[in-house]
Nanobody, 122 residues
Framework: QVQLVESGGGLVQTGGSLKLSCAAS????????MGWFRQAPGKGRDFVAA????????YYGDSVKGRFTISRDNAKNMVYLQMNSLKPEDTAVYYC???????????????WGQGTQVTVSS
């Protein structure tokens, strides 16, 4: 069992930066691959980024590649999403997820956080 709690969301202007954090409970955390997804109002849950259990491989959605960076600290049970050059279209609720594979689809993850709101003003 893994419990996930996101933090770090907020309101930022276009071009600004935010760093999201995801705190995980449980010693099994370091065995899970982790992902970030986002969901805008009236839309589905979209893949943002994923990282393998060791941190050795990372994957990004096309719309965030080169602007966002996913990382993890297994000693602290934390996953991060550094978001730079933010755009209004990045506005969404951002979710942290844990699963057995660094998947690009939500069904690939077993555990989810409650989400944190990111709003980018134009």
């Amino acid at each position: 069992q893994v419990q996930l709690v996101e933090s770090g969301g907020g309101l930022v202007q276009t071009g600004g930066s935010l760093k999201l954090s995801c705190a995980a409970s449980g010693r099994a955390f370091r065995t899970y691959n982790m992902g970030w997804f986002r969901q805008a109002p009236g839309k589905g849950r979209d893949f943002v980024a994923a990282i393998t259990w060791s941190g050795g491989s990372t994957y990004y959605g096309d719309s965030v590649k080169g602007r966002f960076t996913i990382s993890r600290d297994n000693a602290k049970n934390m996953v991060y999403l550094q978001m730079n050059s933010l755009k209004p279209e990045d506005t969404a609720v951002y979710y942290c997820a844990a699963g057995s594979a660094a998947s690009r689809i939500p069904a690939g993850y077993k555990y989810w956080g409650q989400g944190t709101q990111v709003t980018v003003s134009s």
